[in-house]
């Protein structure tokens, strides 16, 4: 565990190092989508205009939901977003290479692509979250603290276990990389909002089944102190690290199984 | 034109050809139409219109727009680029046809195919759950006019920001700026009717609602005829300045090795 850890130090360094010899460049990328970014939140600042409250919720908390789910998401993306070019590693053969290497396939695909450019968006949302945390005036205690830093790795956690499970289908259907879109992207974008606006059958399939309520929603609750509009057991709302390992659990299952599965596509 | 009808068969089969990806393409665009149905219907249990669009309009808006997202090619087309960075742009500047009447036809191609498979199971199952705005038999027909103009500016559009690539090495910055901007002006994220006066009056003055928010706005009745210039002049400048653009390309292409 150290050991691959160790290794995989290395491996992203390597890639860091790399990119910074572009440094003007690199810069720039990072900058551009923390700008770019912004104009995903404001369309909660337009949703807000039409709206004093969303459901039981206003601005700034929403604002907050959006800022945790940005950053889990994009340090996600950060640490496994290429996972989307993975259905082109197995159509041409190059996963096949994997294979036959003395580490675990997954450890390699996760080392092989690390994109310093993708912080920009996580930045974003940490200014999102700044924000929000100054005009939300949360009564802090030390349980508060705690969810609320627990609550960025679990989600991490979560998106990336959500991203392997359904990524794992490409073992089957090399062109159906979009299906897994509607998981993490989609996932993305059903956790900037409360959980309660959606109808039941959305709910359960795509925030409990399919974890995506514990990313930020249920943090949410215990941080800012709000009433569950659902009114769910207050023990989901520390849940979150236990709902990660269960899910990563989960991902590591369905990734063994879809290589166990897995046919060459030639190369 | 028989030329042009030939490529543009081309570009039918070239997207028919992954039966597996529409599929997952459509199960994606229906899951984004819920959730986005899901967040503007809960603007409306505060008031019952916004911006002249009542919730059936708004639902139909979401619908619609999840199924147009791909005849117009929203989320970005970086063909031409890659073969501005490979060198095989070369090849294409050599034949007796101009590239922007290439693309244009394959475009043409490809657009009645995302239209039909892409586009018109999300917008049943919507249908299916909501209760939905449906156009008569005349805004039915602009409708499907008003959506050929869409993808012919939106192919201008593309075609541009593709041919950036003569000048710069990577076109990823390029593209997302291009992206961002068009995807959020043109209604795609939320309608225009949803923005605050001055925030439309901007995104209405851009070419980017010609994209979606104007075929969406003729499906649901509320357009002036204007509106359809409007496209018509979208499409007509974009191409022009594409072609002014390729031709700038096309004087500083250096061909290394054979």
């Keep these: 565990m150290v050991d691959a850890a160790f290794l995989w130090g290395r491996l992203v360094g390597a890639q860091i190092r790399s990119q910074a010899q572009y440094r003007v ?33 206003d601005v700034q908390e929403v604002a907050f939901l959006y800022a945790l789910s940005s950053i889990s998401f994009a340090l996600t993306d950060l640490l496994i977003g290429h996972l989307d070019q993975f259905p082109q590693k197995i159509r041409d053969g190059n996963f096949d290479i994997m294979l036959v290497r003395p580490r675990g396939t997954l450890f390699q695909v996760l080392g092989s692509d690390f994109q310093m450019r993708r912080l920009g968006k996580a930045f974003q949302g940490a200014a999102v979250l700044a924000y929000a945390l100054t005009v939300l005036h949360v009564h802090w205690t030390i349980a508060r603290v705690a969810v609320l830093l627990i609550s960025v790795p679990a989600g991490v956690v979560i998106f990336a276990s959500v991203w392997v499970v359904f990524g794992c289908m490409a073992f089957w259907t090399t062109d159906g990389g979009e299906f897994t879109n509607a998981f993490t992207y989609g996932g993305n974008f059903l956790a900037q909002y409360p959980i309660d606006i959606y109808s039941a059958w959305l709910r359960r399939f795509l925030a409990y ?13 215990f941080v800012l102190g709000k009433h569950d509009p659902l009114g769910l057991p207050r023990a989901l709302q520390v849940a979150s690290p236990s709902v990660a390992i269960v899910t990563t659990l989960v991902a590591g299952c369905a990734w063994r199984f879809a290589v166990r599965h897995c046919r060459s596509a030639g190369g | 034109m028989r030329l042009e009808w030939e490529i543009a068969k081309r570009g039918w089969r070239r997207y028919a050809a992954y039966p597996l990806a529409t599929v997952a393409g459509m199960f994606t665009n229906t899951i984004f139409g819920f959730l986005q149905a899901y967040i503007l219907l809960a603007v409306y249990r505060h008031r019952t219109s916004v911006g002249g669009y009542d919730s059936h309009d ?9 199924a147009l997202l791909m005849t117009v090619y929203a989320f970005g087309w970086q063909e031409l680029a890659l073969r501005v960075r490979d060198g095989s742009i070369t090849s294409d500047l050599s034949r007796p046809l101009n590239a922007q009447r290439y693309w244009l036809a394959f475009d043409l191609g490809r657009a009645p195919y995302h239209f039909v498979f892409r586009g018109i199971v999300p917008f049943v199952v919507g249908a299916l759950v909501f209760r939905l705005h449906y156009p008569n038999p005349i805004d039915g027909v602009v409708f499907l006019v008003s959506v050929l103009l869409a993808v012919v500016a939106s192919l201008g559009f593309r075609f541009l920001y593709n041919l950036t690539a003569f000048w710069v090495l990577d076109v990823r910055g390029v593209m997302m700026v291009a992206l961002t901007i068009s995807l959020f002006f043109s209604g795609m994220i939320m309608p225009l009717t949803f923005f605050p006066t001055w925030l439309r009056e901007l995104a209405r003055a851009l070419p980017f609602a010609s994209f979606l928010q104007t075929p969406v706005d003729v499906w649901l009745g509320q357009y002036h005829a204007w509106e359809l210039g409007l496209q018509v002049l979208w499409a007509a400048v974009l191409l022009a300045l594409g072609q002014v653009v390729l031709r700038r390309a096309t004087q500083r292409v250096v061909v290394q090795g054979g």
């Design chain 1, 209 to 221: 089944a399919v974890p995506l309520a514990f990313v930020c929603y249920f943090p949410a609750l």
């Design chain 2, 58 to 66: 708004t639902l139909t808006y979401v619908w619609l727009v999840q």
């Design chain 1, 25 to 57: 460049s690199l810069v720039l990328e990072i900058l551009g989508a923390f700008l770019l970014s912004f104009i995903d939140f404001l369309a909660i600042v337009v949703i807000f205009h039409n709206t004093p409250r969303l459901a039981e919720w």
